[in-house]
């Protein structure tokens, strides 16, 4: 059995800005993770494809409000960010 992928270990190099905002987007990007390891089984990050980022902003978050959206959006760049991959949303 593998250990849990640690997101928070993951982000940490590009989490700025205020508690609230690290801790909105570390929730955030569990979400993201949780919803493609379901739907892939992409066990990691490193494994993601835009498409699979894209599917879940599109899908899981087409009943959402707006703004949720538009968070899980800037979440979704600082997912790219880390990655190093020039994803655009």
């Known amino acids: 059995m593998s ?6 270990l993951f982000l ?11 801790q909105r987007h ?6 993201i993770y949780a ?3 379901e739907r892939w089984q992409r066990e990691t990050p ?11 902003l599109n899908h899981r978050l087409n009943k959402s409000k707006e703004t949720t959206r538009y968070y899980y959006l800037l979440t979704a760049r600082l ?8 994803w655009k949303f």
Do not use: C, D, Y
């Open 3 to 8: 250990k849990p992928f640690n997101m928070e």
């Open 12 to 22: 940490a190099g590009v989490l700025t800005g205020s508690q609230a905002t690290r």
């Open 26 to 31: 570390l929730r955030q990007a569990k979400a």
């Open 35 to 37: 919803a493609i390891a």
């Open 46 to 56: 490193w494994s993601w494809q835009r498409k699979h980022v894209a599917w879940f």
């Open 79 to 86: 997912l790219a960010r880390r990655l190093e991959k020039p």
